[in-house]
């Protein structure tokens, strides 16, 4: 079975441009969660979607905003970037049944230059 | 707040010798807890979990772990370390909607 998928798997971003990112969950899977993880650092949750409602928002501003599609697929949108945006991004999928117990996608690496 | 507290940055260990790597939580509930390992530029792989019931679990790679209430802690052990154990252990804390991470602990593997 396919695990949980990411694209890009990297980019380069210059200030002040917007990014988008996105996901699929394993099949089956209807939450979604996304993590920012910094160099040297644990990951940090920043949003978690399921059933298409954002069910969870962690302690970032304005400018990171989500939403997840009928498919269960979702983007993740990073607007205004800063130098400090430069990280890894996790996004997870879980079931129903188990919903603390995430599945991590390989990451999207984004450079803010 | 839930926290998660990994105490060692970095264990070097021989191939072969025992593994203990340290976890330490704060969580007012019965927690959900998990071990995750991330080789270099890769994503989360997880080893295990605790959600309930008997208080040693076992995980993938020959990996255990041990819940201790009284501890609020959340030990990963391994018997008998490989050297593609060589990787980033995080240990982390399921709180409502999340997961609460620690900082991680990264493993080296001498031979």
């Known amino acids: 079975d396919a695990g949980v998928t990411q694209s890009p798997t990297h980019l380069i971003k210059t200030r002040g441009q917007q990014v988008t990112l996105r996901c699929s969950p394993i099949s089956g899977h209807k939450s979604v969660s996304w993590y920012q993880q910094v160099l040297g650092q644990g990951p940090q949750f920043i949003f978690q979607y399921y059933e298409k409602e954002e069910r969870g928002r962690g302690n970032f501003p304005d400018r990171f905003s989500a939403r997840q599609f009928p498919n269960y697929s979702s983007e993740l949108n990073v607007n205004a970037l800063l130098l400090g945006d430069s990280a890894l991004y996790l996004c997870?999928?879980?079931?129903?049944?188990?919903?603390?117990?995430?599945?991590f996608g390989p990451g999207t690496r984004l450079t803010v230059t | 707040a839930q926290s998660v507290t990994q105490p060692d940055i970095h264990i070097t260990v021989s191939e072969g010798a025992s593994l203990e790597l340290r976890c330490n939580y704060s969580y007012g509930a019965t927690p959900y807890l998990f071990w995750y390992v991330q080789s270099p530029g890769q994503g989360l792989q997880l080893l295990l979990k605790?959600?309930?019931?008997?208080?040693l679990v076992q995980g993938i790679k020959g990996f255990e772990a041990e819940f201790k209430r009284s501890q609020s802690s959340f030990n990963l052990r391994k018997p008998s370390v490989h050297w593609s154990d060589a990787a980033e252990y995080f240990c982390a804390v399921g709180a409502g909607d999340k997961l609460v991470f620690g900082a991680g602990t990264i493993l080296r593997v001498k031979s």
């Open positions: 997870a999928s879980s079931g129903r049944e188990a919903p603390y117990e995430q599945y």
């Open positions: 605790y959600f309930s019931g008997d208080t």
